[in-house]
């Protein structure tokens, strides 16, 4: 009698605080219908944040989603670590990352349009101030990586697991006191994999847990640290080099760190929001457009090259890049369309992300030579 | 082997769409929900049934289970119209192999109808798309369209109003396309950087061009090993509605049959007639108006190996959607004349000339009683022009037919 007692206040504790520990799912098709029971974040207290075992992290240049913050983070199962790779870590069976789309929000209720760090080291996203839209995960398991969409509902005290995804009518107000329409969709499971199986035939795999994206520092409650060293130094990570002057990094969006030139601030934008798509085993292979790190600028990653089967998409502009030419250049009109058959992303975005199509045209128009 | 059929939304589908006929079209969200479900779910062996119903969607439907059959009640009975689609560049996308789909519509996509990426043994059996607007600009490029692809067929397909390819077949492997239609679109049925593809007993009518054999540069595949046979090719005259900056876009308003800077290709047994500009052209990656620039190293642009005999030509040639070949044509054949039934752009790789001729095995080879061919000397601006058929009168090796076995297993039915 005694023991069923005390495990009956325990069960209501955890349930009063929605504090489960993180949930190691190794294989089984049971995943959990809501996002509480991963037991990643925590909801209380007014805000949203990661759970003590759970680490936060950031990227140098990030995929552009509608103007949509992010809050991403990491679990691995006690003892567990990811081996270091230059292109990819290799993570443990259990890991599970989480990545939650929303909008900061003012006073007023108003969804906002700016670029601001809501993240508090210490408590997380302040709930009055922001407005959760998603949360996507990707849980590896022994048979390899799922992913999966869950949907926050209008209370905002719970997202739900979607297959099929979401559609919703959003307004995002600027800083100039402009709206912005966004039909903002919430890609279904198959979509994910659109963008996440980034060599065909291989399965899903995370994108942005590569050494060259969490290359940056960040803010932790102990302090600022480069989050490799910090995984590091957590027990997430074996094998890191040395010398951090050793391992890659991208530019810093919005924020290039000396020496991280126009070319390479365009460079690492068409990575974080192109190559997992266009590369020689990505879901774009089929145009024969490379738009990954390793493709040299020349035909391959578009100069003088003519769209394959592009359709409407060529914007009867005669090649992908034309050196010089932004406004001659495929590429261009498809990053400045919203037509859905027209557009890339051609999945994960309904805005136009001005600031992209900004860097791409100075980087374009920096091209010598003709066609 | 499990069936799921979405038959209750279906029918309070229908209900609905009988009550209100005059308003616009409201998304059958559940509809939606329910099949993109079912095909995130689907396992091997399954087949996924849709009623009789016109459904309405506005976001693209994905596939990426193999093993899985989508069938409708026939391709004027099930549709699935997406006027006014919100998000995803085509109707259903599929990345998956041992696949069918068959007896159903994809309507007013955005994009494209039909894609499937890089699957192997597709069959897509009688499958219609249309923009049920008529040819148009805005319209999406493709209607059935598999890429890189292994062991296809499309049997009984029937495709509208493409602004690029209704039937494209691209980077695949293995392919037969037969029996089908396409109509109104920019190029009819189009087979580019494609290995070993049997075209027959299709129809092609009313396209700017009938039947394109392309290669593209910078790809992974090179395309040979073509055979178009035994199709009704005629009247593909209308105005070229295609976007500048693609493939099709070059091809003049009344062509039959074009065989782009592709090898190995076999054009016999045809009806081809009622072509303005040719009944059937070849014609080099350089006719295009792109330069060495825009080409990688490797890229072969000249057409090599083309055996084209036994056809039935109509009337053709009599007013070329083309400048120069308008020129051409009144200076050569009078203002009532026209040009032969077979054109050629005269681009030939030198460096594989011995003596100024081609050696036998990469000629284009002429054997079709007398229908003549004029090659038109574009690479010297038209300045030698000649019907000259000497060295065209020979023949090649015939190429083996497509071995297929979902293409045997319905010969028979």
């Known amino acids: 009698m005694k023991r069923w007692g005390v495990l009956v206040g325990a069960l209501l504790l955890a349930a009063c605080s929605k504090q489960s520990a993180p949930l190691y799912l190794p294989e089984g098709e049971n995943y959990p219908q809501t996002l509480s029971e991963w037991g990643m974040l925590k909801l209380g207290g007014g805000h949203l944040q990661p759970v003590a075992e759970v680490t936060p992290y950031d990227l140098n240049t990030p995929l552009f989603t509608d103007y949509a913050h992010k809050m991403r983070t990491v679990w691995m199962p006690a003892g567990e670590a990811a081996n270091y790779g230059e292109e990819h870590f290799d993570f443990p069976v259990g890991t599970v990352l989480s990545k939650t789309f929303y909008y900061p929000r003012d006073e007023k209720g108003q969804l906002r349009l700016?670029?601001?760090?809501?993240?508090?080291?210490?408590?997380?996203?302040?709930?009055?101030?922001?407005?959760l839209v998603e949360t996507r995960i990707?849980?590896?398991?022994?048979?390899?990586?799922?992913a999966l969409p869950y949907v926050w509902d209008e209370k905002q005290q719970e997202a739900h697991l979607e297959l099929a995804g979401d559609s919703q009518s959003l307004s995002l107000l600027d800083d100039q006191g402009k709206a912005l329409a966004v039909n903002y969709e919430v890609p279904d499971a198959n979509q994910c994999a659109g963008c996440h199986e980034e060599s065909h035939g291989q399965g899903i795999n995370p994108l942005g847990p590569k050494a060259r994206h969490l290359n940056k520092d960040l803010v932790y409650s102990e302090g600022s640290a480069n989050q490799l060293q910090h995984w590091q130094q957590k027990g997430l990570l074996k094998g890191l080099p040395a010398e951090l002057a050793g391992v890659p990094q991208n530019a810093l969006w919005g924020h290039p760190r000396p020496g991280e030139s126009l070319e390479m601030q365009a460079r690492s934008y068409l990575d974080a929001n192109c190559a997992h798509c266009h590369n020689p085993k990505g879901p774009a292979r089929t145009s024969g457009l490379m738009l990954n790190l390793a493709t040299a600028t020349g035909i391959h990653s578009g100069l003088c090259k003519q769209p394959v089967a592009a359709g409407k998409g060529s914007g009867d502009r005669l090649v992908d890049i034309h050196p010089g030419k932004p406004d001659e250049s495929v590429l261009i009109y498809r990053v400045e369309s919203t037509d859905p058959s027209v557009m890339m992303p051609e999945l994960g975005r309904s805005a136009v992300h001005h600031e992209g199509v900004d860097v791409l045209t100075r980087w374009i128009a920096s091209l010598d030579g003709g066609c | 082997m499990r069936i799921a059929t979405l038959s209750v939304l279906a029918v309070s589908v229908l209900l609905a769409a009988c009550g209100e006929p005059e308003k616009p079209a409201v998304t059958h969200v559940d509809f939606q929900k329910e099949l993109q479900a079912k095909l995130i779910k689907a396992k091997a062996g399954d087949v996924i049934e849709i009623p009789a119903g016109t459904y309405q969607l506005d976001r693209s439907l994905s596939l990426k289970a193999s093993g899985v059959t989508i069938k409708g009640a026939g391709m004027d009975k099930t549709v699935l119209s997406f006027k006014g689609q919100k998000s995803g560049a085509e109707g259903l996308l599929v990345d998956a192999s041992d696949f069918t789909i068959e007896d159903l519509a994809f309507e007013d996509t955005k994009g494209d109808s039909l894609k499937v990426v890089g699957g192997k043994n597709i069959i897509i059996r009688r499958v219609r798309t249309e923009w049920t607007n008529g040819p148009a600009t805005e319209n999406g490029a493709y209607g059935i369209y598999p890429v890189q692809t292994e062991n296809v067929l499309i049997d009984g397909a029937l495709a509208i109003g493409a602004s690029d390819a209704g039937i494209y077949v691209g980077q695949s492997r293995n392919v037969v396309v037969r029996n089908s239609r396409a109509e109104k679109n920019v190029a009819g049925i189009e087979i580019e950087n494609t290995i070993g593809a049997d075209v027959y007993d299709n129809v092609a009518t009313?396209?700017?061009?009938?039947?394109?054999?392309?290669?593209?540069?910078?790809?992974?595949?090179?395309?040979?090993?073509?055979?178009?046979?035994?199709?009704?090719?005629?009247?593909?005259n209308l105005g070229n509605f295609g976007h500048k900056g693609t493939p099709v876009a070059s091809v003049p308003a009344g062509s039959g049959v074009v065989i782009n800077s592709n090898d190995q290709v076999e054009i016999f047994d045809n009806d081809i007639g009622e072509h303005k500009t040719a009944n059937l052209i070849v014609s080099s990656y350089f006719s295009t108006g792109y330069t060495n620039l825009s080409t990688a190293e490797g890229f072969d642009p000249y057409p090599e190996s083309i055996y084209?005999?036994?056809?039935?030509?109509?009337?053709?040639?009599d007013s070329p959607d083309n400048l120069e070949l308008k020129a051409l044509r009144i200076s050569q054949y009078g203002l009532s004349g026209r040009l032969p039934d077979i054109l050629w752009d005269g681009y030939v790789n030198v460096d594989k000339l011995k003596?100024?001729?081609?050696?036998?095995?990469?000629?284009?080879?002429?054997d079709n009683g007398s229908a003549g061919m004029i090659n038109v000397d574009a690479p010297n601006g038209y300045k030698n022009i000649s019907t000259d058929m000497s060295s065209h009168k020979c023949s090649l090796p015939k190429l083996p037919a497509i071995e297929l076995a979902s293409a045997k297993a319905g010969q028979g039915a």
């Open chain 1, 138 to 146: 990707l849980l590896k398991q022994k048979s390899g990586w799922v």
């Open chain 2, 308 to 317: 084209i005999y036994g056809n039935r030509f109509g009337p053709g040639g």
């Open chain 1, 114 to 131: 700016n670029s601001q760090d809501d993240r508090d080291a210490n408590t997380g996203l302040a709930l009055d101030r922001v407005h």
């Open chain 2, 206 to 236: 009313g396209n700017t061009g009938g039947i394109l054999v392309f290669n593209m540069p910078n790809l992974q595949q090179a395309g040979r090993a073509t055979r178009v046979y035994h199709n009704q090719v005629q009247g593909n």
């Open chain 2, 355 to 366: 003596d100024g001729k081609l050696p036998a095995d990469l000629a284009i080879c002429v």
